[in-house]
């Protein structure tokens, strides 16, 4: 009982001490010549005239300073603050006793706004130039924001409730710690730890985002930034970083050297989920303006080099060797994040616009006589891709593509106004729906599945008016040839040779010297070689046999083909399609002059009787066209 009554009194002593003691710093606090000192501190930390509202004590060894107004705005070298809401200047035991408010021991900023200069040191750290008076043993930042210039526009890079310490180590170095929310042009968290070395002004920083996602304003198309990369002032080295870019999950690797000045480039970019992994590597050293690296997909890789150099806001790729012996050259804009690439192969010709921020794809494109699957090609088009709303399903981004040609021709044939679109990504191509003229329709996929590029696509013809055709890709067609085709022409299975299977009618036809009012043609099987089956020809109440093969390789390709009446009796034979007289038509006897790959080859081209006739044109299925 009695040595609980001792400490009841000794804990009384002692609050009745420390009140009096609070009193006494508090009331010491009220004197004019104190705050005038305190403010006069003030004023050398800031670096700016301030006026103080309160001061007030905040046991056990700190001194709040209130109400802070600046004549202008305070900062030091490479920042400025622009407000403070709080200012505490924390003390020792024995200089808080004497009153000695010379040299504080830690100096607090509560909720200041700090805006930092574009290139200079990323945090509030004084000069080794300062003032040993003013310059304390522990630096605080509590509920900070800071503000970083962003590219050329307005924007900003913005850390927002940081919590900053900078405290000097035994070896003379500032160790540093933060950690806050980012804002403006990012969203996410950051912490930061490593030291400054003012004397030698260098700095060695480990960065840590956690889920930091970039506006489209930032130009840098990654999100959700997870990991770890430690920056200095002179190189940046990556080793533990993932994020998503355009939506593919990838991890990073590299070391970019000299990154304030003439940046060497090492990085390496792996996508590894998924069906479709992929890595890309490049090395660019702009000291000796060389380029180098290769991207690797599905188990092929697609080396690349060049030239490379920084003029301005530019780095310009004046010389590019890429992968099947394409040239290009380019132009990337560092600021705005906009970049061109041009590169052609012989008679072909690609131009790319876009920019960094978001996967929209301007491109101009021309093939002139260009060979194709054995096909020759003149095409001059457009084709714009966007980027469409992300399914769970997808693996990477998904485009929308729109294609429009200024003309298109594949073996002396035009496609009038060819145009459609589809959606393109990592699966392939799908949702394919094109049109030409008003009587050709395309749709279906082309997909890659373990590396080979196999398709599903249909063409369907709509009430084509047989008498516009003379000639089927150069090669002759029956004569007195008329009536609506309507029907559709499948193609599945490996893109280079796909199963063929095609269902045709034509109403009020003739052909020859024979008229009907239907014929259905079917064929199913891989090509040159095209059997017919249930093919038959209505006339009136008879029907007919339509029998034989389309044989692509022979240039009457109608040779096998037959119409047989009752008892088999042959009515029509193919080798009467256009041949010239006196000619055989026997197979094996007229062999191509150039190989003839399945597709949607409806061309057009003189016959061999019309190609010497230069005052007679000729036109299927488009506009009449001579070349």
């Keep these: 009982m009695r040595s609980r009554l001792l400490i009841l009194i000794f804990l009384l002593v002692g609050i009745a001490a420390l009140a009096v003691g609070y009193e006494l710093v508090q009331s010491r606090l009220r004197k004019q010549d104190v705050i005038d000192f305190l403010q006069a501190k003030a004023s050398e930390i800031l670096k700016t005239k301030v006026k103080i509202g309160q001061v007030s004590y905040l046991p056990p060894f700190r001194v709040a300073l209130q109400g802070i107004q600046m004549d202008q705005v305070a900062g030091g070298p490479g920042f400025s603050i622009g407000k403070v809401e709080k200012l505490i200047l924390g003390y020792g035991l024995f200089n808080l006793a004497r009153f000695d408010f010379k040299i504080p021991s830690t100096v607090v900023l509560v909720s200041p706004q700090i805006h930092f200069q574009k290139g200079r040191f990323p945090f509030p750290i004084p000069s080794s130039d300062s003032s040993s008076s003013i310059t304390p043993a522990k630096l605080v930042i509590s509920r900070g924001d800071f503000h970083y210039p962003w590219g050329e526009d307005q924007d900003e890079l913005v850390f927002s409730r940081v919590e900053f310490k900078a405290k000097p180590d035994i070896r003379g170095r500032i160790q540093l710690n933060l950690a806050g929310q ?16 003012t004397a030698f002004k260098h700095y060695e920083l480990e960065i840590q985002p956690e889920s930091v996602s970039f506006l489209p304003e930032s130009r840098i198309p990654l999100k959700g930034l997870d990991g770890a990369f430690r920056l200095t002032d002179q190189s940046i080295q990556i080793e533990d ?16 050297e000299n990154w304030q000045t003439e940046p060497k480039i090492s990085m390496d970019m792996t996508h590894k989920k998924g069906k479709f992994p992929f890595q890309f590597s490049i090395q660019v050293d702009l000291k000796s303006h060389t380029l180098e690296g290769e991207g690797a997909w599905v188990g092929r890789t697609y080396p690349f080099r060049g030239q490379v150099s920084r003029e301005g806001k530019s780095v310009l790729f004046s010389k590019l060797e890429l992968p099947h012996d394409y040239k290009g050259k380019g132009e990337f804009d560092w600021e705005s994040g906009d970049y061109h690439l041009q590169f052609d192969r012989e008679r072909r010709r690609f131009d790319i ?22 096909l020759d090609w003149v095409v001059l088009g457009q084709a714009r891709f966007t980027p469409l709303a992300k399914r769970a399903s997808d693996e990477g981004p998904r485009l929308k593509g729109e294609i429009k040609t200024n003309y298109l021709i594949v073996e002396y044939e035009p496609f009038e106004d060819f145009q459609g679109s589809f959606e393109l990504s990592a699966e392939g191509v799908d949702a394919i ?4 003229g008003v009587f050709f329709d395309l749709g279906g996929r082309i997909l890659f599945k373990g590396g080979e590029v196999r398709q599903d696509l249909v063409l369907r013809v709509n009430d084509f008016p047989l008498m516009q055709i003379q000639d089927f890709a150069g090669r002759p067609v029956p004569s007195n040839l008329s009536g609506e085709l309507e029907g559709k022409l499948k193609l599945r299975g490996e893109l280079k040779k796909p199963e063929v299977q095609g269902y045709f009618t034509i109403k009020d036809g003739t052909i020859d010297k024979l008229e009907f009012d239907r014929m259905v043609i079917q064929f199913q099987d891989f090509p040159p070689y095209l059997p017919l089956y249930d093919s038959k020809v209505f006339r009136g109440r008879n029907t007919l046999q339509l029998t034989g093969a389309i044989d692509l390789r022979l240039q009457n390709f109608f040779h096998g083909i037959q119409i047989k009446g009752p008892d088999h009796l042959v009515i029509w034979k193919g080798i009467s399609a256009n041949w010239k007289e006196g000619e055989s038509a026997i197979e094996g006897e007229k062999p191509l002059k150039r190989k003839i790959s399945m597709g949607f080859e409806v061309g057009a081209g003189a016959t061999e009787n019309q190609k010497d006739d230069t005052d007679e044109a000729h036109a299927l299925l488009g506009p009449k066209v001579r070349f």
């Design 433 to 436: 729906n094109c049109k030409w």
């Design 353 to 374: 616009h876009s920019n960094l921020k978001e996967l929209v794809f301007q491109t101009e494109f021309q093939l002139d006589h260009a060979s194709i699957n054995h």
């Design 241 to 256: 970083l993932k994020s998503l870019l355009y939506d593919w999950e990838v991890d990073w690797t590299g070391r970019i």
């Design 182 to 197: 980012l804002e403006g042009i990012a969203q996410g968290k950051i912490k930061i730890k490593g030291f400054t070395d």
